[in-house]
Each structure stands twice: as structure tokens, then as C-alpha cells.
């Protein structure tokens, strides 16, 4: 992409309401733009890194077996009405009447949706497991909405709802999405830890929030340090067999919100070992059993000729919010600094002089770049250099290529790495073959 063709609105001046680093970096690289309170537009640039994230998300849901579909954002309020939960949402639902006086609502998550429509079609035993998923925008008439996307009222959020026969399987079906969670936020550079979270009336030890750690995030967390060492389960996990072993080692480590918290058990981890912290929480998987499907009435056919409520989970991830997260844990004084997942584009390439001999050099480099999938962002603008290279460092693309008259003399080009300031000089050739290979790493 030639910055001169593209919309990347970059402030200068730090937006006053702007409570943490990352709501900053986010509006001041052009990446959002608040229309109502906690209600974005998302900018070109935004809408990059909040689709790699959501294609990561998509992947690993498939890959443990959930499969995808599509609902709408609007529903009917009769729907919930069934589940009793109508009345009970209160006021962060937000509820719409229709031109014939139909009640109808802004999904703020789609239990009762997914209940009516496996209801409508699944009968038997047989056809379970079923996990079905959608990434969709959700409306939250949040009190506070603030720090940008964390705490948005429209937002997009990855859930998933698992369906099966009784309690041992739903359970299987859990810890599938429990290594498929670790996986996801592991691809994109996070460490999010898995915390006892709160079951509500339902009880049992079946619902985790996936927290990753930041001074700014909105929960306080307890944990053993050494759950930040535990290995993540590879690519070639077996969804298909027994993961218990992995939610067990994850499990065994203390890790706590503060709504979880026990402080004796705390206190039984080694001194040394112990940390309370902050965290975002990106993620919630839970297991309700059969509130929804009692109620609603969505039953199959057990082996023995009997009919059973389907055993049901609910598993969502907060894509958008991911976004702020990642900003939170990867950042300097200068801007941002991507990891190659979920980079808007993987390299950055700055003309010093456009019009001058810089040109074919870039233009070469650029169209080889694109032509072996590296996604390039080329700045070829006639602007002043520091301006350039101050908002290359605020947009943080992993890597910058500096082509300048001064270096093309000896034939070389500055390699930068934005993560570490690193910079060296080579042939543009080697620093083609370098990029080149630094994507195929990513993969
Ligand atoms: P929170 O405790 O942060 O309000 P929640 O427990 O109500 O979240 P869930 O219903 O578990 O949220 O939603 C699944 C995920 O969606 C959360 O883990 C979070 O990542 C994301 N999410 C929830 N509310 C918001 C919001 N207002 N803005 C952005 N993301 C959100
Ligand atoms: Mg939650």
C-alpha cells in the first residue's frame, strides 16, 4: 500500500481523553475514531490488525472442531423472554422497537439465540458434539464505557456455544476450548492465564477468565508465578483425545481474580511466588449446564430412549478488546510495537527522497516485497524524514526500510527493527531476503 493512496489520519497531539496508553496509540495512529461513547469507527489501519486478530481466533476455533456461522445483532425480545433473562439484562440492553411496534434488541451475547437454533434442528444424541460459533458485533449499554475498545458498548466478540449429551461430555468439550483459548492468545504474542472465575448460581469449577497481566487493566489478579512458564499446546494437539492433563497442569498453579480469591490458598504458594497484579480479561469460558435448554427446551434423544436438556458452554473472546490489550503489553515512549501476527503491515518502507534516485530502488523493493507476501506499508510521500519516521514509529510495523541517497551510494538501505531500535545496513537484496524470511517464520 502507497501511503500517498491511503487513510491514515495520524494526530500529533495527544487526545485529552485519553485515560491509558493504548486508547492513545489507538486514536493517535489512526486507527479509531470514537462517533458515541463507546462506539468506534475502525480506520483502515485498525480494521487490519482487528481482522488478522479475529482470523487467529476463527483458526483455532476451528481447529478444536467448533464450527462457524452467522447470526444477526438484532434479535426478538420474545426470545429472551423464554430464557427469563428479558427482564432480567436490565438497562445494559439496549432495546429497539420495530415500525409494527415489535419489541426487538441490539444482542448484547446470543445464548438464547443459539438455544433456538440448534432446538430447531438437532434431536439425538448422535449428532453431538456440537460446538457453533459466530464473531459478531455486540451492544453493552455499559454505565462507563472508557479506555476505547476495552470497554466499548458495540464491540466485537468471538462466542461459542458447545452442545452435548450430559455433564462428563460438556465438560470434554470445555477443556477443548480451554487449550483451543491458550493457543489463540499464545499466537498473537500474549500470555493470558486462565483464573477461576465465578459460576454464578450454577456452582462447580467450570468457568475461567483468560486474563493477560497490565497495570491498567480492570481486574485485580492473584497468582503463582510459575503458571507464567507452563508450556502452550502445539499445533498438533489432538483435539480428539483426552486434554484433561493440560487443564490440570494449567489448573494447579494458583490464579485468581479478585472475586475468586482465597487467601489461604494464596498464602500456601511460596513466598517467593507469589504475585498480585492487574489484568485485562480477554476471554470467559463457562459451563451452565442445562439453564438454557431446560428452559427453552432444547432436548435429544439419549441411547436408552429417553429425552435429556442438552448440556451446554458458552465461550467468548473480546476481538476488539484484544486490541487494546495487545497495544497495553507491546508499546514504547515511541509508539507501538506490533508482533508479526497481527502486524497492520510487516514492514514499513520510506522513500527519503521522493523524486530522486531513492525511487527505482523503492519501487523495486516494494513490488518484490508484495509479489512474495510481505504486506508493505510504503511511505512515498514528500514529507519532511522525522515526520516520517516518527509516525512509522507511532503505527509500530515490525520492521522499517530506510531508502536514502546517503546509503544507496555505498548500495545499501537501513534495516530497522522496531521492537528492539535495532538498525543495520545492507543490500536491498539482503534486506528482501531477510523480510521475506522473517514472514514465512510467522507463517
Ligand atoms: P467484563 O467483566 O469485562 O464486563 P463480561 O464478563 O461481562 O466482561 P463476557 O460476557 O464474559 O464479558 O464476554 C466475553 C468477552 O467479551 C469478555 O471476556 C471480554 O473480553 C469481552 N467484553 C465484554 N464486555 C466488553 C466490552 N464492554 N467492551 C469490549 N469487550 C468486552
Ligand atoms: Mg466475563
Known amino acids: 500500500m502507497r501511503l500517498s493512496r491511503y487513510f491514515l489520519p495520524i494526530l500529533k497531539e495527544n487526545p485529552k481523553e485519553a485515560e491509558i496508553v493504548s486508547h492513545r496509540l489507538m486514536l493517535r495512529a489512526g486507527m479509531i475514531r470514537q462517533q458515541s461513547a463507546g462506539i468506534y469507527a475502525w480506520l483502515p489501519l485498525g480494521l487490519r490488525v482487528l481482522e488478522k486478530v479475529q482470523k487467529i481466533v476463527e483458526e483455532e476455533q476451528k481447529r478444536a472442531g467448533a464450527v462457524q456461522l452467522l447470526m444477526p445483532t438484532v434479535q426478538s425480545a420474545d426470545l429472551w423472554r423464554e430464557s427469563g433473562r428479558y427482564d432480567a439484562y436490565g438497562k445494559e440492553m439496549l432495546r429497539i422497537t420495530d415500525r409494527h411496534e415489535r419489541e426487538m434488541l441490539f444482542g448484547p451475547t446470543n445464548e438464547e439465540m443459539i438455544t433456538d437454533i440448534f432446538r430447531g434442528y438437532v434431536r439425538s444424541y448422535k449428532d453431538l458434539p456440537l460446538n457453533l460459533f459466530h464473531v459478531q458485533w455486540k451492544f453493552r449499554d455499559e454505565v462507563r464505557p472508557r479506555f476505547g475498545v476495552m470497554r466499548g458498548r458495540e464491540f466485537l466478540m468471538k462466542d461459542a456455544y458447545s452442545f452435548d449429551v450430559d455433564q462428563e461430555k460438556a465438560r470434554a468439550a470445555y477443556n477443548r476450548m480451554f487449550v483451543a483459548y491458550l493457543r489463540t492468545f499464545a499466537r498473537m504474542g500474549l500470555t493470558a492465564i486462565p483464573m477461576k472465575a465465578d459460576t454464578g448460581p ?10 493477560v497481566l497490565a497495570s491498567t487493566g480492570e481486574s485485580e489478579v492473584f497468582l ?16 480428539d483425545g483426552d486434554l484433561s492433563h493440560v487443564i490440570d497442569a494449567w489448573t494447579s498453579h494458583y ?3 479478585d472475586e475468586m480469591h482465597d487467601a489461604d490458598a494464596f498464602a500456601a504458594v511460596d513466598a517467593g511466588k507469589q504475585e498480585q497484579a492487574r489484568g485485562i480479561e480477554v476471554g470467559h ?29 458458552s465461550y467468548g473472546i473480546g476481538v476488539s478488546r484484544l ?25 514499513g518502507l520510506i522513500n527519503m527522497k521522493p523524486g530522486a534516485e531513492t525511487d527505482p530502488v523503492c519501487d523495486a523493493l516494494y513490488k518484490q516485497l508484495e509479489e512474495a507476501g510481505v504486506e508493505v506499508l510504503y511511505d512515498d510521500r514528500d514529507t519532511r524524514a522525522g515526520a516520517k519516521f516518527a509516525s512509522m514509529d507511532l503505527i509500530g510495523l ?10 544507496l551510494k555505498s548500495g545499501e538501505v537501513e534495516l530497522k527493527t522496531r521492537a528492539t531500535g535495532e538498525k543495520q545496513m545492507l543490500s536491498p ?3 528482501l531476503n531477510l523480510l521475506i524470511e522473517a514472514v514465512k517464520a510467522q507463517g
Open 429 to 431: 537484496e539482503a534486506a
Open 202 to 211: 450454577i456452582g462447580g469449577d467450570l468457568s475461567h477468565e483468560f486474563i
Open 224 to 239: 503463582d508465578k510459575d503458571i507464567l512458564s507452563l508450556p502452550i499446546p502445539g499445533e498438533d494437539t489432538d483435539f
Open 323 to 347: 486490541l487494546g490489550a495487545l497495544i497495553e503489553a507491546n508499546h514504547d515512549d515511541d509508539g507501538i510495537a506490533w508482533p508479526m501476527s497481527v502486524t497492520p503491515f510487516h514492514v
Open 285 to 313: 469460558i463457562f459451563y451452565f449446564g442445562t439453564k438454557y435448554s431446560e428452559a427453552m427446551g432444547a432436548k435429544v434423544a439419549t441411547g436408552e430412549g429417553s429425552e435429556v436438556p442438552v448440556h451446554m458452554g
Open 398 to 407: 515490525p520492521y522499517q526500510v530506510v531508502v536514502g541517497p546517503r546509503g
Open 255 to 257: 490464579a485468581a481474580t
